[in-house]
């Protein structure tokens, strides 16, 4: 029982750390848009890689966190 409340605090800090991660990148792409909209393809494209990386490493941690 202690291990699963254990578990499940691990995936709330992966979820939540994700979103923090998300959000950051997604309010800086807002801000470089803004100042020099003549790339914002380019930003919009890192941006995007970005965050999917961000989605790789935390359903990593999530399979890592149900595995322990």
Do not use: D, H, N, Y
């Not at 499940?8 to 909209?37: C, F, K, N, T, Y």
């Amino acid at each position: 029982m202690e291990t699963l409340s254990l578990t499940a605090i691990g995936l709330g800090i992966i979820v939540v750390g994700a979103a923090i991660g998300i959000s950051r990148i997604g309010q800086s792409a807002m801000e470089s848009m803004s100042r020099q909209p003549e790339i914002s393809g380019k930003i919009q494209t890192a941006m995007i890689v970005a965050a999917a990386l961000i989605e790789g490493v935390a359903l990593f941690g999530i399979v890592v966190a149900w595995l322990a």
